[in-house]
């Protein structure tokens, strides 16, 4: 199954080694924005203006996979956006080495290495779940999230849109993380999160708002 790879950052870099040598699908060029290319090729593969995209490779015949970090974490939603607007299918990557008890999930999902997913979990759209995490039991992850590596989420916790959790995050069962939520590395957090609050420490307190969305 083809595939085109929207991003030409480190991100998309490492997507197209992992559906290379851990998937059934072959990437075949690379897209962004025109504003942003400045080499014609990227990864041996060709890059092409996203405006232009659907004339080359046709929605009817390839699928796309946005492949954007953390830095600005709004525009995960808007390159999605774009994506769908487009009428690509996306696909999900989920690493051969996952544990995974039939997850639900949505589209444009990337979950990599060693994470453990629990039965009974929802996953929405457009969220990435990096290596060593855990998703306990009846979990619903929502859309357009970054989860970072070795994270702990208690069962039955949801986290909801637009939320960056950083490494080593630990949280209790039954918890709601709310849009936009940021949680720096380290935190342990015993308690529902308020919109836009940002939190450090353990236990985990609340040291900024940032209703512009999360940059960083």
Partial sequence: MEVVIYGIGPFAKLLHYYLTNDSDYEVVAFCADEAYIKEKEFCG???VAFEDIENIYSPEKYKMLVAVGYSKMRNRKIMFDKAKSKNYALI???????????????ENNIILAGCVIEPNVEIGNNNVIWSMTL?????????????????LIGGNCQVKDLCFLGNGINMIDSLCINNETYLVAGTTLGHNTKEFGMYIGNPARIFKYNVEGIEI
């Fill in 135 to 151: 998703l306990g039991h009846d979990c619903k992850i929502e859309n357009h999230n970054y989860i970072a590596a070795k994270c």
């Fill in 92 to 106: 999900n990557y989920i690493h051969s080495s996952v544990i995974n008890h039939d997850v639900k999930l949505g």
């Fill in 45 to 47: 593969l060709p890059v």
